[in-house]
């Protein structure tokens, strides 16, 4: 049942990779760009029944990083029924601030879920530290911007900033078990 669609963004080639399943979506809009994010979401997905959106670059040396309002649903039919196939998504980004190596910030327009996945978060992934205030969290992680994606569900949803750490492993980008465990449960919380 997994679908792809060749699409084009501010002159980027992108393939988009649909996954249908539950309410709950799990979205990587940049699984070239931040590694670990488009494996995260499969996984995640897979284990959830969620429905799973990846965009990649494939083949490309350097990929370009388009900001996330710029993916608004218009580009894009697999995004479009996506959105209207989910409740809430989880957006999967990777950040790279020195200053907090560890940290997974969780911005986003829905509060209440960012705090069911910090709780699932500090239950399975203790070395990881969930920041929820948006006052806390550097201006460009937020994912607030009303034509980020992860806002245009119906319940809005929540924009997960991870550490490389907290996203690859020793083994590229295979996410780290204890962080995959972690998000499974957050997201099945937010399915109860």
Known sequence: MTRTEHTEIQGTPLVAT???????GLLALHGSNEGGTAELADLVARRCGATSLVFTQPGVRQPVH?????????????????????????SLHGHMRPEAPHTVFLGGRNRAAARVLAEALAAGARDFPAVTDLAAIPADLRGVHPRNPVNLTRLGGVQVELPLSART????????????AALTAGVKGLSA
């Open 18 to 24: 649909l996954v249908p399943g539950g309410e709950i």
């Open 169 to 180: 492993s020793g083994r590229a980008d295979v996410p780290p078990e204890k962080v995959v």
């Open 66 to 90: 388009i900001p996330s309002p710029l993916m608004a649903a218009d580009h894009c039919a697999l995004l479009r029924e996506f959105l209207d196939r989910v409740s809430l998504t989880v």
